[in-house]
């Protein structure tokens, strides 16, 4: 199900972008790329703050760009969040806010989230008589996104919230970011070049690439398949969803069911029932075609290798199918040769550690 | 009976920068916001004639304009056959030299004032369901004020020294042309003291007392901000 569609032609001296794809009803579309990639390009011509792109925009039914037209931007029903947050620096939080209010369009009756639960699920109710240089960086962001969504958009575009934040910042602000995931049932569009980010807030991945779309696909499949250039960054990791089942206080360990039926241990207590985000690196992977006896490892899976890739400096990433759950792991090229490895191979898999992203 | 007499040229003077402050940021805003946004090739002409009155010589532009608008020339006789009235020696041609003399006093502040407040905010307005216009008044204005504030006063001070392109175009008629600056220069060639003394202390004061009052805003406005 999609809620849209997007085709983007855009000439400029020295960069082109040219992009197709669809926006899915729900849920987080997360454009990867690196800088000069296109990615806040391609956000600002479905904002319409770019005025020569050609293609088509369509959203819920609506045409907002086609060769006949290109709506301006402040008729398209949308919430965009700036990298800087542009707050309006003359006026306080509570009259940023009112700004988008006041210029809601269309079915003012049924915001998408109601002022009162959006402050506190975003915690800057104590904020609103502030004014902007009264906040600091990542309360600004969360007013700024706040501020975008009391409009009732169809549609919120983020581009790289947290870039301009400082690393204790990002993790301040990411949980808002998810609950706004769980919550919200209008998509998201949220453009980062952090794998980090993206691993823990999309489920759809779209990865440009001097204004090329090289892969799209859902998360688990962008985090692990060999085309997908987020399986081969220095820090590439598989991501499994999961629920917890059950902690152990003694050893301080949580048991979490995956997707795919999957249980794997992760340190640290959790509460049963809780949704939860893992994160595999690949290079925590390590293989072995039988069994392992005696190891100090706690998880340990049976799986196919899927594909394989040599990353031509005496390295292999290879994507395993552990009953559903696709890992990927990184080993050298001559462990690879040595365990006489190859597609369709059955290994044990050892994870050496599983961070919990969320 | 005199004292009062002495005092129509002040507020001919004060009447005739008003009118003229106003004329310019009806005008001058427009223009400021153009120059501030557009990529046209030719803008560095535009801001060139938009600066040349900072250089020329009053009496210069006072004798061009004396030249356009006097009833054998281009606007002042279009305006002689639409009212019947002529522009030179007359209070509407000093208004319409005081505004152009004026104009870079006005349009400067506002321009550099716009290019301040940048396209970032101008974008978020727009994100936000604002029109160009709508996010023109909301969020450019207020973010500019304080090149509003120097426009006006600068606009205003400047064409209350006026004194050659005034003597070129308006000559010397009281009540209709004799603005503060010619009435000095009159009451000195008379040998007048005690008038021309008057006189220049109220527009001394005046200057002092308008320049404060915009220096001291701005600096409240930018420590508060």
Known sequence: MSAGYCNLCLERKGFSLQVEFEIPARGVLGIFGHSGSGKTTLLRCIAGLETDVTGDITLNRQRWLSAKQNIPAHKRNLGYVFQDSRLFPHKTVAKNLDYSVHRRQGRASEPALDREHLLELLAIGHLVQRKPHQLSGGEKQRVAIARALLKSPDILLMDEPLASLDDARKQEILPYLEKLHDELSIPMLYVSHSLQEVSRLCDYVLVLQHGRAVFKGDIHTALVDARSPLSHVRNAAAMLEGVVIKHDGDYRLTTIQTTAGNRILIPGVYVAGKQIRLGIVASDVSLCTRRPESTSILNILEGTIVEWADENDGRVILQANCSGDLILARLSKKSFVNLGLKTHARVYLQIKAVAVTR | ?225
């Open chain 2, 1 to 225: 009976m005199q004292a009062f007499a002495s005092l129509t040229p002040l507020i001919l003077t004060i009447k005739l920068a008003a009118l003229t402050t106003l004329i310019l940021l009806l005008m001058g805003t427009p223009i400021a916001w153009w120059l501030a946004n557009t990529r046209f090739k030719l803008r560095p002409v535009i801001e060139t004639l938009v600066a040349l009155p900072i250089v020329l010589p009053p009496t210069v532009m006072g004798f061009y304009l004396l030249i356009l608008l006097s009833p054998q020339g281009l606007i002042g006789g279009w305006w002689l056959e639409l009212t019947g009235t002529t522009l030179t020696f007359s209070f509407t041609g000093l208004v319409i030299a005081s505004v152009l003399y004026s104009f870079p006093f006005v349009v400067q502040p506002l321009q550099s004032a716009f290019e301040g407040v940048g396209k970032d905010y101008m974008e978020a307005a727009r994100t936000l369901g604002a029109s160009r216009l709508d996010a023109f008044f909301s969020v450019a204005v207020p973010l500019a004020r304080r090149g509003f504030l120097t426009a006006t006063v600068l606009g205003f001070a400047h064409t209350l020294g006026e004194f050659g392109v005034v003597l070129m175009v308006g000559g010397n008629i009281p009540g209709e042309t004799r603005v503060i600056s010619i009435a000095i220069y009159d009451h000195v060639e008379m040998l007048d003291y005690a008038n021309a003394h008057m006189l220049s202390a109220i527009l001394l004061s005046f200057a002092f007392v308008i320049m404060l009052t915009m220096y001291v805003v701005n600096y409240r406005d930018r420590v508060r901000a």
